[in-house]
């Protein structure tokens, strides 16, 4: 087959794959196109998720004839002249490409007018095939109109998705472009209902609750530089994070929202130690550099970018990030500090571990209510589900291998069984033991016992194999937060909030009807603020959560309306909940079917319900916990997090310097 150069109208249409995948892409091009021109007002009207139109509008400087025209041509821009302009690039759009290749696959319409002009322009295009240039009435600005996307391209049309999801994109097309732009008052309906409302004003802080919710409101300010590097925005305090990190950082450089993943390794390594694993803090930043050390031209879509000196920037990010979080009295654990270090690397300068060993915690108090739980093959033993009456949202860092310094942790030794207190009423019900399965001949093994692929500790070494949990000595409760055992010539640490959340998510997994209990429904509706994109995709799952038992509804905007709840959630923190699931349903996507939407729920009553950290427990508590993690097939808690490490004895005499 002989080469040949490709038609227009074919090159705008391969264009179109790479600058238009959806909705989303139309409103994003549009919008900068918007600001670039500056504009200080924005009315954006989507009509079925944007799949049948999507119109901007702007008070912007407007085109007069020529341009309108010539802005329809293939790298026709007015934004660089020269090779060097292309390197100095300081306006969020440049290639000329994002125009021709979205009027050339949808019905395409431009009134336009320049502010000196006293008529304006509007030009009519098909799939490509300019229809019609008249003079026009209109106000200085620019009006887009993108109608029928992707009718000319059937296959490509076919791959949109869902009504609820193409209109979460578009609004989180719009949330990254105006987050740190609250001057710009903006304005977005879908069939000609207002949907979201940003009046303009001076307060980040505002506009980042408008547009991401209640954790918008809980930010705190950061500024720094660091020579010609400038950095400003609103980043997390600690104990506001999001389980998902595709909707948690909002990153910026030069104005133009980025995936970098110099900038992301930043952020992570500011917050070490501050966010539990698989957590994300929520951040908005504005990274200001010279236009010559930052390369904007490496992807059609703009959002990936280049630095000159990344290795530098980054530390200069993080190290930034950490003393401003300091200065908001955020400080970094103590055990991400100074640690004991084994023989030979420099453990003779190490410093002395302070250990103290005490009777009695001086604890909050607690009200306990017995819950049986049946351990298969076994007698029922008794599990103690206690809790403190101020929870702590967030555990303590996990402990490592090594013993930390400077803190005082304290061993608490196993007490006697409390006198029988009346169950408070806060506390959620106990869920229903399930029948005991029927008796194996093999006897139970513990998530402790070596499986198939032999486990090995921190060290490299082998993990042997270990008694049942029930056969292990318990010596006592370190810090409140971990259960501290013997046995089979180990020392084994139990997080006992993982153990607890193990037991309880398998229990509920057995039964899981008569674990939820049904939906309570309550008295009056709880209103829950959330993000646009966030609320989105919980409606568009309001029938399978109502299967759930979280009867919910939208109410337009970032409001969902809960009616009723499972009944073990009833005393809960519900709005933190539903984010968390939020942000679980937009990772998963449409994949989230039934079945998931039932484990999600399970799987955060579970942590919602179970023993937390930096609770005391009881010598009754705690061995009846290690029953019921003998009847469990998993050694790790619903996030993922391990549910024991185990510490051998020739580990701590090499540790003490005996061998």
């Given at each position: 087959m002989a080469v040949r150069i490709l038609e227009e109208s074919l090159v705008n249409k391969i264009a179109a794959g790479e600058v238009v995948e959806r909705p989303a892409s139309v409103v994003k091009e549009l919008v900068e196109n918007a600001l670039d021109a500056g504009a200080t007002e924005l009315r954006i009207h989507l009509r079925a998720g944007g799949r049948n139109l999507v119109r901007v509008v702007d008070d912007g400087g407007g085109m007069d004839r020529t341009d309108a025209l010539m802005c329809l041509e293939r790298h026709a821009t007015s934004k660089?002249?020269?090779?060097?302009?292309?390197?100095?690039?300081?306006?969020?759009?440049?290639?000329?490409?994002?125009?021709?290749?979205?009027?050339?696959?949808?019905?395409?319409?431009?009134?336009?007018?320049?502010?000196?002009?006293?008529?304006?322009?509007?030009?009519?295009?098909?799939?490509?095939?300019?229809?019609?240039?008249?003079?026009?009435?209109?106000?200085?600005?620019?009006?887009?109109?993108?109608?029928s996307l992707f009718f000319n391209v059937p296959a490509r049309r076919k791959f949109l998705r869902s009504v609820d999801t193409e209109l979460g994109h578009c609004i989180e097309a719009v949330t990254r472009e105006l987050l740190i732009r609250p001057h710009v008052d903006l304005e977005v309906t879908h069939d000609d209902r207002l949907h979201l409302r940003c009046a303009r004003t001076d307060d980040h802080r505002r506009r980042a609750a408008e547009l991401l919710g209640p954790h918008g409101e809980a930010l705190v300010p950061v500024s720094f530089a660091r020579g010609t590097l400038k950095v400003e925005g609103l980043v997390s305090p600690v104990g506001v994070h999001r389980q998902?990190?595709?909707?948690?950082?909002?990153?910026?450089?030069?104005?133009?929202?980025?995936?970098?993943?110099?900038v992301r390794r930043a952020v992570s390594q500011a917050y070490a130690g501050l966010v539990p694993k698989d957590r994300f803090p929520v951040v908005i930043l504005r990274i200001d550099v010279p236009p010559a050390d930052v390369d904007v031209n490496v992807h059609p879509a703009k959002t990936e970018v280049r630095f000159v000196n990344a290795f530098d920037l980054q530390n200069a990010i993080a190290a930034g990030l950490r003393n401003a979080l300091q200065d908001h009295g955020i400080q970094r654990p103590v055990a991400n500090e100074a640690r004991y270090r084994p023989a030979g690397e420099g453990s003779r300068e190490a410093a002395r571990e302070q250990l103290s060993f005490v009777s009695s915690p001086s604890a909050p108090a607690v009200e306990r209510s017995a819950v049986s739980v049946a351990v298969s093959g076994f007698a029922t033993a008794p599990y103690v589900v206690a809790r403190p009456a101020t929870e702590r949202t967030e555990p303590p860092p996990p402990v490592a291998t090594e013993l930390t310094t400077t803190v005082a942790p304290s061993i608490v030794p196993p007490t006697s069984p409390p006198s029988p207190t009346r169950p408070s009423p806060s506390v959620a019900p106990a869920v229903p033991a399930p029948a005991p399965r029927p008796a194996v001949v093999t006897p139970p093994t513990s998530p402790l016992s070596t499986p198939p692929q032999t486990p090995r500790t921190p060290s490299g070494r082998p993990l042997l194999p270990?008694?049942?949990?029930?056969?292990?000595?318990?010596?006592?409760?370190?810090?409140?937060?971990?259960?501290l055992c013997e046995g089979g010539g180990e020392l084994v640490i139990i997080d006992q909030h993982a153990a607890a959340e193990r037991v309880t998510l398998t229990r509920l997994q057995r039964d899981p009807k008569s674990a939820l209990g049904g939906s309570q429904r309550l008295l009056m509706p709880l209103l829950v603020e959330l993000s646009p994109a966030r609320a989105k995709v919980l409606a568009a799952n309001a029938d399978r959560l109502n299967e759930s038992g979280l009867d919910v509804s939208h109410l337009g905007g970032g409001t969902i309306a809960v009616h009723g709840v499972p009944v073990p959630l009833a005393d809960r923190n519900v709005p933190a909940i539903l984010a968390d699931m939020a942000d679980d349903l937009m990772d998963g996507g449409p994949g989230h079917l039934a079945q998931g939407i039932l484990d999600l729920v399970l799987a955060t009553l579970a942590c919602h319900t179970s023993i937390r950290a930096n609770q005391p427990l009881d010598d009754r508590e705690m061995k009846g916990l290690l029953e019921?993690?003998?009847?469990?097939?998993?050694?790790?808690?619903?996030?993922?997090?391990?549910?024991?490490?185990?510490?051998?004895?020739?580990?701590?005499?090499?540790?003490?310097?005996?061998?």
């Open positions: 660089i002249r020269t090779d060097d302009d292309l390197f100095r690039v300081a306006t969020l759009g440049f290639r000329g490409e994002a125009i021709p290749s979205i009027a050339s696959v949808s019905k395409f319409e431009i009134s336009t007018r320049t502010r000196e002009s006293d008529q304006g322009t509007q030009v009519v295009v098909d799939g490509g095939k300019l229809l019609a240039v008249e003079p026009a009435g209109c106000a200085p600005g620019t009006d887009i109109s993108v109608g998902s990190g595709s909707n948690a950082s909002y990153l910026y450089v030069n104005g133009r929202f980025v995936r970098d993943m110099v270990v008694p049942r949990f029930r056969d292990l000595r318990v010596i006592g409760q370190l810090s409140r937060t971990y259960i019921a993690l003998d009847d469990v097939d998993h050694a790790v808690c619903a996030h993922g997090r391990p549910v024991a490490i185990r510490l051998e004895v020739g580990e701590l005499e090499r540790r003490f310097h005996r061998t």
